[in-house]
């Protein structure tokens, strides 16, 4: 189902949550751009079976893009560690890591709800801690919603968060964090017992206070029986077409990379663009085509 939107003037319609009125220009196609997306938008978004879109962003320039795109909402995640620093996992990024990032994405994006990961080791030990670096992600740079790994044991954390007024925002499956307790990258909820668990642990978040939940690599069948038993909207990643919006780590989506996981598919190729932008580049410094007259300034 696609959403429509209120429009001042004739134009393409955005693609996204229906979030209310246009506003009358988005800065680059001269597209109505709808209100903040809050959090009761994706609620009823849910409600009106309309699907959520999440990426992942890192920076401003592509945080821009991204929003004026219609992206619903944009995950500064820990992914940052893999796609932006070279680690081989998210287990060494730390909240100094995130700040930087977060501010960049929410101050560039005008319309999408932006979530900030909170990082491992910086929220398990007890909701105190949580709540201080959930701070950190809402004062310092400016975060909508704060995301962290884990269950029910998890849950008091989530309460206290919610208590103060920040949105958290769960994830359940397949969890990066806890990479090397899980054996590596493999899907979780398979036998009735763990698919049982994840339930009770999705009911559980959702009754301290979560507003989302991300469920990633779990079998589509159990995605789509938390998406019916939960309230609040699912967003699956590798875990089927039946969650309420899906995401993807933006340079997965775009094409940046030889390689992507199974669940994702590419829609562009933008790395080979780069790639191929850069060597004409190089080519015309090597031939002394560029910099042209039109790229000089002369003498009046």
Same mark, same amino acid.
């Given at each position: 189902?696609?959403?429509?939107?209120?429009?001042?003037?004739?134009?393409? *319609?955005? =693609?996204?949550?229906?979030?209310?009125? @246009?506003? +009358?220009?988005? #800065?680059?196609? /001269?597209?109505?751009?709808?209100?903040r997306?809050?959090?009761?938008?994706?609620?009823?978004?849910?409600?009106?079976?309309?699907?959520?879109?999440?990426?992942?962003?890192?920076?401003?320039?592509?945080a821009q893009i991204l929003d004026e795109a219609g992206i619903d909402t944009l995950l500064v995640g820990d992914s940052i560690g893999n796609t932006m620093f070279g680690f081989d996992s998210t287990i060494p990024v730390t909240v100094d890591d995130m700040i930087p990032a977060v501010r960049a994405v929410a101050s560039a994006a005008k319309r999408a709800f932006v979530i900030a990961d909170l990082p491992f080791g910086c929220y398990e030990a007890s909701p105190q801690a949580a709540h201080a670096s959930a701070v950190r992600m809402v004062k310092e740079a400016g975060a909508h919603a704060v995301k962290f790994e884990g269950g029910a044991?998890?849950? *008091?954390? =989530?309460?206290?968060?919610?208590?103060? @007024?920040? +949105?958290?925002? #769960?994830?359940? /499956?397949?969890?990066?964090?806890?990479?090397?307790?899980?054996?590596?990258?493999?899907?979780?909820?398979?036998?009735?017992?763990?698919?049982?668990?994840?339930?009770?642990?999705?009911l559980a978040l959702q009754d301290a206070g979560a507003v989302l939940l991300v469920l990633e690599m779990v079998p589509a069948s159990l995605a789509e029986r938390i998406t019916e038993v939960l309230d609040i909207p699912t967003i699956g990643i590798g875990a089927g077409v039946h969650c309420d919006g899906q995401v993807l780590?933006?340079?997965?989506?775009?094409?940046?990379?030889?390689?992507?996981?199974?669940?994702?598919?590419?829609?562009?190729?933008?790395?080979?663009?780069?790639y191929a932008a850069a060597r004409a580049y190089k080519r015309e410094v090597a031939e002394g085509t560029f910099p042209g007259p039109q790229h000089s300034f002369q003498d009046e």
């Open positions: 189902m696609t959403p429509e939107y209120p429009s001042p003037a004739p134009a393409t *319609p955005p =693609v996204g949550v229906a979030v209310g009125q @246009g506003q +009358p220009n988005d #800065g680059r196609t /001269g597209v109505p751009v709808p209100r997306v809050r959090v009761h938008h994706l609620r009823q978004a849910k409600a009106r079976g309309e699907r959520i879109s999440m990426l992942t962003a890192y920076d401003a320039v592509t044991h998890l849950a *008091p954390h =989530v309460e206290l968060l919610t208590n103060v @007024g920040i +949105p958290v925002v #769960g994830h359940l /499956g397949f969890t990066p964090q806890s990479e090397n307790m899980l054996g590596g990258k493999r899907v979780q909820g398979r036998g009735d017992d763990a698919a049982e668990k994840l339930v009770q642990d999705a780590v933006w340079t997965d989506m775009a094409g940046m990379s030889s390689w992507s996981p199974r669940f994702a598919k590419q829609f562009g190729e933008v790395g080979a663009e780069l």
